[in-house]
C-alpha cells in the first residue's frame, strides 16, 4: 500500500473506532447507565483519538537533502519544490508542518528574540499574537513557495543580543557562531515555524518535521529533549557524495543512537545517489556502488543493512512533478514511502488500541458488573417470589424478618465500609498530592534557587542531580501508597463478596513504571545534552538555569502531570465499581422485603410482581447482550490494531 493508502486506513480505522465510543456513550445515557465519570472518561477517550498526530521527524546535518525529501514524499503534487533547498545552509529553524483545519493556509513564524525570554515554544503555542502569520495560496505553487522561504531568514545581531539569546560565539567559528568584522553575528530570524497545508495527509493528523543542519539543532534544547524523543519515526539522512563525516556520526549520535525504546522508529536515507549515475558506468556497477555505499554507512552506524535506504531525493521529485517513471523507479523513492508508512501506521494503531481498550475496557467492565448484579437481583426474587407461591403468612412473615435482618446486618457493613473509606480517601490524598502541580512547583522553585546560588559547577551539577533524585523518590513513595490502597480495597472486597455474596471482580492494579521510565529517559538525555563539562563550563550559570528549566523541569512537570491524571482515574476506577454494587445490594434487599409485604396485603400482588420481574429480567438481558455486542465491535477493532501490518 502506498503511504497515502495506508494513512487513509489507518484514520479509517481511528474514526470507527470514536464511532463505535460515540454509539457507546449515547447507548449509556439513553440506558441510565452514564454516570458523571465514565461519561468525562469517553469524552477524554474521543477527543484523544481524534486530536491523535503522527510525527515524522528529518534530521541530519545541513545540506544533505532533508528539506528536498519531505518536498519529494509529501509535496511532489504541488506541482513544484515547496519546501526550500538551496546548498548550505538552508532551513534555519525547526519547521512543523502539519493541517489544523480552524485556520487558513499559512506559515507562523515565532521570532527569535523570545529565546531571549525564559519561556518554552511550546507555552508560546498558547500565544498566538507572538507569533507573526503569512498566509497563502495552496492552489499556487509560487504565493506557497514565498512564504515557505521565510524558514531560511536570518538576521545580523549584536554579540551581547545574540548570547543573551543563548548563541555560543566563537572567533574561530569552531564552537560557536562566528562575528564579522564588525562584531555582529548572524543568527536564524526565527526560532520555531508552523506550516499550516491542507495536504490529505496532514488533514488525517499526520506531523512533519523539518530540522536545521547541526549546529541549530545543538542550540535549541527543546528540539532534542521533547520535539525529537516525541516523534514517532525519525528519519537520519546521509549524503552519497559526502559519506558519513564526523559531523554526521556527531548528529546521529547526540539525537538518534540513544532512546532505545523507539529504535525501531530509526530510519537511515543515504540520500543523492544520482551522483553516482555519471553516465560513464554501466547501470549494474552504480548498483555495486550503492549497495557497497550502505554496507559501510550500517557497519558505521552499527544499524542493520535493512535499515539503510539508498534514494535521490531531487530525482524522486522531479520524476513526479514530470510523471517519468522511469525516473521515479532509479531514484528509488517509492521503497522508502513504502518502508515509512508500513513502520509508521502498524506502531501508531497499537499505541492507540492499547490507550483505548484501558479506558473503554475500564468502562465497559464497570457497566456489566452493574447490568450482572441487577440480572442476578431479578433472579433472585424471581425464586423468592415462586417459592412463596401457595405458603401461608407465617413462612412469608418469616421469611420477611430474615430479610430485614440481613438488611441490618448489610447496613452495619455499609457503615464500617464508611468508617474505611475516610481513610482511603486519606490515602488517596497522599497520592494525588505527591504527584500533584503544587509538590512539583514547590520542587521546581527550591532547584531554581539552589542552582542561582550555586558557586561552584560542582554544586549546579548536585542540584540537577537532587532534582531527579526527588522525582524518582516521589514515584516510588507513590508506588507503595498503590500498594497500601491496593491491600485495603482487595480486603474490602473480599469481605463482600465473601460476607454479601457481592459480585465483584479483583480491583484493577496501578504502577508508576510507565513514568519512571520517562523520567529515567529525560534523564538521560539530560546527561547527554546538558550535563556535559563542556556545557556547564561555557554556559552562563543563569542561562543553564534557564535551560534546564525550559527542557527538563516542564518535562518532568508534564509527566507528573500525566501521572496524576492516572492516578486519578484509577482511584475513581477502583471505587466507583464497590460503591454502585453497594448501593444495588442495598436495592435488591429493599425490593425483596417489598415484594413480601405486598404479598402479605394483596391476594393479587404475586403474579403481578412476577410477571413485572420477568420483564425486568428480559430487560436486563436484552441490555447485556447489547453492551456485549459494544465490547466486540471494539475488540474487533482493536485486534486488527494489533496485528502486523500487511505490506
Ligand atoms: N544531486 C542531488 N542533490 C540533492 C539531492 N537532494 C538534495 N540535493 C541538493 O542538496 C542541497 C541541500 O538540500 P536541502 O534539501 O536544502 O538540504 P537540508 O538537509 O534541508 O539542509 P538544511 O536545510 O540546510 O539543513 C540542495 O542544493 C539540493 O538541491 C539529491 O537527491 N541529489
Ligand atoms: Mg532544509
Redesign the pocket.
Known sequence: MSLVQQFSAYSDWRSSLADTLTRLGGWLAEQDLADTASRAQLDALHERLLGDRLTVAFV?E???????LINAIFFADCGARVLP???????MCPTEILFDPAKLPCIELLPIETRAANTTIAEYRRYPDQWRRFTFDPGFAATIQSALSRVGERKAVSRQDARRMGFAIDPNGQSGLAPDAGGRVEVPAWRHAVINFPHPLLRQGLVILDT??LNAIGAEPELTLSLLPAAHAVVF?LAADAGVTRTDLDVWRDHLRAAGEQAHGRIVVL??I??LWDGLRAPEEVDSEIDRQIDIVARTLAVPLDRVFAV????GLLAKVSGDAQLLERSRIARLEQVLSSELLPAKRRIVGEDVRRDAEGILREVRELLDARHAGAAEQLAELARVRGRNRDVIEYMARKIALDRKEFEQAVHRYHAVRSVFAGLSNRLLARLGSDAQRAAARRTREEMLAATFSIGLRATMARYFAGLHEALAASESDIDEILRMLKAMYRRFVVEHALKLGEPPRFSTRRYEQRIARLEEAFNRHLNRPVSILTMEKRALTEKFFETVVTQARGTFAIAARDAEGWLRAVAGPLETQLREHQAQLRRRQENLDRVNEAAGALEARLAELRETEARLAVQLAELAEFGAALNGSLQVAAEPAAA
Not at 62 to 68: M, N
Not at 85 to 91: E, K, L, P, V
Open positions: 541530519a545541513f545540506s544533505r537533502g532533508k528539506s528536498e533547498s538551496s546548498a548550505g545552509r538552508t532551513t536545521p543542519g539522512v540520500n543523492k544520482d551522483g535521490s531525493a531531487q530525482k
